[in-house]
Nanobody
């Protein structure tokens, strides 16, 4: 059974940094499509990944480009999201996700395996 488990969330102030981790069991991350998604308070979970890593490379949403860095450690089977220069607009539940196929990593609607999420709260 494939399981994703996020950790590393918390409450910080604007300008601070956090690193989220997503540990995966039952699935190898080596060549998988992996993404970070988020859900802001009172809103639906965003349909696009703020950061995605796959065989074709890495992709970021404009809202986090140059502030967030996605990476993975194949030996630890773990996905990371380093978040710098956080703003209150980054307050959200952050989810990691993957899918069975390693193709078309930018087709975010096909991601079908999700973690439970970790809360990030950024105060002004």
């Amino acid at each position: 059974q494939v399981r994703l488990r996020e950790s590393g969330g918390g409450s910080v102030q604007a300008g601070d940094s956090l690193r989220l981790s997503c540990t995966i069991s039952g699935f190898r991350v080596n060549n998988a499509c992996m993404g970070w998604f988020r859900q802001a308070p009172g809103k639906e979970r965003e349909e696009f990944a703020i950061g995605m890593i796959g065989n074709d490379g890495i992709q970021y949403d404009d809202s986090v480009k140059d502030r967030f860095t996605i990476s993975r450690d194949n030996a630890k089977n773990t996905l990371y999201l380093q978040m710098n220069s956080l703003t209150p607009e980054d307050t959200a539940i952050y989810y990691c996700a993957t899918k069975s196929s390693s193709n078309y990593c930018d087709r975010f609607s096909t991601y079908n395996i999700w973690g439970q999420g970790t809360q990030v709260t950024v105060s002004p």
